[in-house]
């Protein structure tokens, strides 16, 4: 973002006329914590990633900007190999009597690499190990990315919970109670992909699931079902809260979160005519749907909802070679997105009463591994354990303060947005100017004016401020301007590592009235992005 202009404006002074404010920032009227929700990620391969040096760059990294909470991955019973990645574990096997042997060795050592981070593991007991699996299975017609899985219920249920019991003391015993406590448990990854005649055999398997992971700690947080289809969602939670218990043959079964995915384009629709193009309304409009649904449980008014996978666009493994328009995922795009999303929810739960306890990004750092810059693929980090914006965006809303403060737009809907936040003695304004029709370079600029009240009288704040644009604090831009190398390979990484660290772009102050106000006039670029720390001087 370029800022041309900065003004401080009096608003009682002889002979002059305040210009009205397009966001007035009410640094007094609190709305509440700001909760971070956003603070997740995941991936597909996750357990081959994380313990590989880019992974052990990015978890670092999350910990030391405040990036991420907590990380999902699939696989964590069975093994498998896609795209040349071997994806999961090998917990379980048996002896020649059929007798289970446990080893958990790998699976510690990537939650250690977590934990040791800062941050917490979010548990799939997912999928079935190749002992536990039928003969004869239910392949799933494959789900709207065509992905495939054997969707089925164990051979033996008591090896089963067995299992999950083991793994879950293993946890306590390697962690702690206290911190597995804080972590979440799910059973599985998208049930919406299992034929319908199994859906019974789904439900028996949350059942069991809730079983045996709260007869080890009955405070150990379950849910689920990480679903994508409100036609599954539906008869799902009608079995949560008035369907037979497969194991205690009592009404319902607990459930202490909920758990949907929403991407922006998901399916078949990626280049396919006509063009769609993601929109954070889908997100807003779905979310909306599902809090109508969610209220014909009124025993489930409360429950946290975890929207624990979204992205620009499903399909992880396709890549700009083949699809041009996923360069949303490479560029300022991404970020920009995020930060309307988070926005968007926050507003759906101040204003609708649904507030969204944990969004979960899709990606890790599959192009970092392979030495790919810029493919494509959904993923934090690229080649030479380069930041994608994608990354900056969550090391931008990591400077986000405890409290959030109620911003008034003075014309509803449009590009420009503003999150506040504030502590005891700072103030954060993440202005964004981003419509998601645009595509990747739009053209112009607009007039943006900030009206703060509620300041301290008459003292001085300076303002360091951060721009995310084409200039900026974009690893994407600056690798187009190195010539876009395929590589990290015996190249000057200096400019990516410069680019990639959040820097400050711009410092000036202002004075707040005898009224506690203040004024910002500034000229935005479109597709571009400003953080501004307020700090006071005295």
Known sequence: MKIKLFILALFVMSGAVAQQPTFEVKTNDILGNNTEFWKAAGSDHLFYHALKPAGQYLLKRMGETNSHHYLRSHH????????????????YSEDENGNPIYDFSNLNKVFKAY?????????????????????????SRGNDEGMTMINSGPNDWKKWSDLMKATTQNFIDQFGIQEVRTWYFEVWNEPDGWLEGEWDVFYKMYDVFVDAVTSVDSKLRVGGPACYHEYFLKPFLNHVVNGTNYVTGKKGTHIDFISYHVYGLSGKWLNHEPHIQPQVQRFSQSLLWLKRLISDYPSLKGTPFHLNEWGLSSNYYRTVADYPDLVYRNSISSPLFLFKLVDALYQIGDQYNFPTSLLLYWGFTWEADENEFFVGKRELLTAGNTPKPIQTGFEMLAQLLPKRVNVVKDKKGGRLGLMATKSTNKIALLLY????????????????????????????????????????????????????????DGIDLSPLKTAGVLRITHQFEIKANEKGEGKIDMVVDRSAATLMILKTND
């Open 76 to 91: 964590t019973f069975n093994q498998d190999t896609k795209h040349g990645v071997i994806r999961g574990q090998n917990v």
């Open 115 to 139: 934990v040791k981070n800062g941050i917490k593991p979010i548990v799939e007991y997912d999928y079935l190990p190749k002992a536990l699996t039928r003969k004869q299975v239910n392949v």
């Open 433 to 488: 100017n981003y419509q998601e029709s645009d595509g990747e370079n739009p053209e112009g600029s607009d007039n943006v004016y900030i009206k703060l009240t509620g300041l301290k009288k008459n003292l001085r704040y300076t303002v360091e401020s951060i721009a995310l644009n084409d200039k900026n604090n974009n690893t994407y831009q600056t690798w187009r301007s190195m010539g876009s190398p395929e590589s990290a």
